[in-house]
């Protein structure tokens, strides 16, 4: 089985997870390979499978190659050219990875959801070869019974998704609305190696492709959305329309939802009817028997009859340069989108403190020209103050001399009186 990467447990290596210890039961051996391992592949390899990172390592005496992006098909097929190869397509989104390729050979093409199943049909390299059109898998243990029932009101809420960007806020705001506590798996600073441990905690999960599989095969009501796209609640009436596009939405209405009214339409029994759901149309177990006879037919051909990979080597760079270019592009447009962003937002907080500070000069200017008028008040002030204060002291002088004189004709005034009693 290959991979592009084995790092973290997104869609298609959980599906690897899945499919390959339902392989294992049924008495198979599993390895894997990808050109680039991490905590996936260390995962896989504590469950007692083989994961390579070197081709060279990959065994020779493989019987078929389930092959899960054309990158890592195509390292294999330089080791592996005649082998049966069965290529899996699990996404119409990334078709640099999951678009099957003509010199890569492949004896039959899996897919998993009627938007896939129409591409690999129109593709160029799907002519000729059979494309078995199957359900995601997931597994459904009877150690299951052991979980905790959701409340009849929600309480909790998670939502699971690496790709979300401003729904986690609007969820957010709506939950708290209706008394619902939420919390988000999979943003920068909240990402789990498996978030079924949050979803096992939570009433309600929101999400999309395997993770509301998972979610519905814990009996958890399932809303399936992410930032583009909203399918809602799965219930018998949404089920076939929600499992033919994956599990996506992408072929729901377009509308923007009131989150409040949607969320508020939550249903307890949703829960156990998405469990059901899930045990009738896509156990792990049957998933796997169905894929032993896909296997099986392809490995039928005599070798003979059998198309030999061509360019492989090539076909793995190509492949590969392509995703990486075609990311590194994406990321380039948003990082520019994002610096012209902040640039017109740099520039627009500039003329705003412009603005502010030519108000403040006027302002300033104003006060400047009503201080200078108070300085001028004040000096006037100043110089009445030194005026009266010296009309005051020539008025304490005029006062001192005329007390002198009163008291010198009070004397005068005495003695002459002193003077007629002698007499």
Not at 96 to 105: H, K, M, N, R
Not at 131 to 136: E, I, M
Not at 310 to 334: G, H, I, N, P
Not at 361 to 382: I, P
């Amino acid at each position: 089985m290959t991979n592009h990467a084995l790092h973290a447990r997104g869609g298609s290596e959980s599906y690897l997870e899945t499919v390959s210890t339902e392989l294992r039961k049924l008495g198979h051996e599993v390895c894997f390979y990808s050109p680039s391992c991490g905590a996936m592949a260390e995962s896989l390899r504590a469950g007692g499978f083989t994961v390579h990172d070197d081709v060279g390592d990959v065994p020779v005496d493989i019987d078929v190659i389930h092959g899960q992006h054309a990158s890592a098909v195509g390292l294999v097929r330089t080791r592996l050219p005649r082998t049966p190869l069965v290529f899996v397509c699990h996404s119409w989104l990334v078709n640099s990875l999951e678009d099957p390729v003509v010199e890569l050979a492949a004896a039959a093409h899996v897919v998993f959801n009627d938007l896939t199943l129409r591409r690999v049909r129109a593709h160029a390299a799907g002519a000729g070869v059979p494309v078995h059109r199957l359900t995601q898998p997931v597994s459904v243990s009877f150690g299951d019974g052991a979980r905790s029932p959701v409340s009849e009101v929600p309480r909790r809420a998670v939502a699971v998704s690496r790709r979300m960007i401003t729904l986690p806020a609007r969820l957010a705001a709506a939950c708290a609305e209706l008394g619902i506590e939420f919390s988000w798996v999979g943003g920068p600073d909240s990402d789990e190696a498996d978030a079924r441990h949050s979803m096992f905690a939570a009433d309600l999960v929101i999400g999309m492709g395997r993770t509301a599989l998972e979610a519905m095969a814990a009996a958890r009501p399932v809303l399936v959305m992410d930032e583009a796209f909203n399918a809602g609640w799965v219930t018998d009436a949404s089920y076939l329309a929600i499992e033919a596009d994956g599990f996506t939405g992408i072929e729901a209405p377009r509308a923007e939802p009131d989150l409040v009214r949607l969320l508020g339409q939550y249903d307890a029994a949703l829960g156990t009817l998405g469990r059901k759901l899930v045990s009738r149309h896509h156990l792990a177990q049957h998933h796997a028997a169905r894929l032993v006879e896909v296997y099986t037919a392809a490995a039928d051909v005599p070798e003979e009859g059998r198309a030999a990979a061509r360019d492989a080597s090539t076909v793995a760079q190509l492949t590969a340069d392509r995703f990486s270019l075609e990311d590194r592009l994406l990321r380039s447009e948003w990082r520019a989108a994002s610096l012209e962003r902040a640039l017109a937002e740099a520039l627009a907080e500039r003329q705003h403190f412009l603005d502010e500070l030519e108000v403040r000069r006027v302002h300033v200017s104003d006060l400047e020209k009503e201080l200078d008028l108070v300085r001028g008040q004040r000096d006037q002030a100043r110089e009445r103050r030194q005026r009266t204060a010296k009309r005051l002291k020539q008025a304490v002088r005029e006062r001192d001399q005329a007390q002198e004189r009163l008291e010198q004709l009070s004397s005068a005034s005495t003695g002459r009186f002193r003077l007629r009693r002698i007499r």
